[in-house]
């Protein structure tokens, strides 16, 4: 069975540092992975998403991502965070039954 | 505009009424879905439509029942709700290829936040 682990719920980092949102996942299979933002008060938008090209998929926003079978992740990272990141991510793997599976959210706060 | 548009955006209602929530998609997809958002729980798939015929019922109590008229339009009927379904409720949609596995990201619309009194 395909499942997300997404490693902390709350991320909190000053605006221009790093930005790095942990996410582990678990399938049988080569998986098809993604990320989504959600914006208070708004629905689910599509950042970046992985279906077995190449390793290392660049988003929105400046976002991107590295899949690392060897350690089963696909975290996201972006080199300087905006104030207008802050939102809640999750990380999505499509489950064997055509169905989506949502890891529990990460909510990123970003300090001026 | 996310290309796909839900209506009402708020919705407060008593336990004996009865309303429904809109979802249109302006993407040309083929595949509808019902999501409901909980507070500190993960997103929890409800219903999903592929060419107009419900192809997923995730166990959801009757007192929400779906209705998908054509493929770019999806309902959510309400009625006799508890005080728990208060949610988030989001419609979404996707394009799957027939007699694949193959089916594109979601595109989501904002929701209806919806309140049971």
């Known amino acids: 069975a395909q499942s997300v682990t997404q490693l902390d719920s709350h991320v909190s980092v000053s605006e221009g540092t790093p930005v790095l949102l942990r996410c582990n996942y678990s399938?049988?299979?080569?998986?098809?992975l993604f990320w989504y933002v959600q914006h208070p008060n708004k629905g689910l938008q599509l950042l970046l998403k992985?279906?077995?090209?190449?390793?290392l998929v660049k988003g929105i926003n400046g976002f991107e991502a590295e899949f690392k079978k060897s350690e089963t992740s696909f975290h996201l990272t972006k080199p300087s965070a905006h104030m207008s990141d802050a939102a809640e991510y999750f990380c999505?793997?499509?489950?064997?039954?055509?169905?989506?599976?949502f890891g529990k959210g990460t909510k990123l706060s970003v300090k001026p | 505009e996310t290309g796909v548009t839900q209506t009402p955006r708020h919705l407060v209602m008593g336990m004996t009424n009865k309303k429904s929530l809109k979802c249109e998609q302006h993407?040309?997809?083929?595949?509808m879905y019902w999501y409901k958002q909980s507070a500190k729980k993960p997103l929890e798939l409800m219903f999903v439509?592929?060419?107009?015929?419900?192809?997923e019922n995730n166990s959801v109590p009757s007192r929400f029942s779906p209705e998908c008229p054509n493929s770019s339009h999806l309902f959510l009927h309400l009625h006799t709700l508890q005080p728990e379904d208060s949610a988030l409720y989001l419609c979404?949609?996707?394009?799957?290829?027939?007699?694949?596995?193959?089916?594109?990201?979601?595109?989501f619309g904002n929701g209806t936040r919806l309140t049971v009194t």
């Open positions: 979404a949609s996707s394009q799957r290829l027939p007699g694949t596995s193959y089916n594109s990201p979601l595109h």
């Open positions: 992985y279906t077995s090209a190449a390793t």
């Open positions: 399938s049988s299979y080569s998986p098809s």
């Open positions: 999505v793997v499509w489950g064997s039954q055509g169905n989506l599976i």
């Open positions: 993407l040309g997809h083929n595949a």
């Open positions: 439509y592929n060419f107009k015929e419900q192809t």
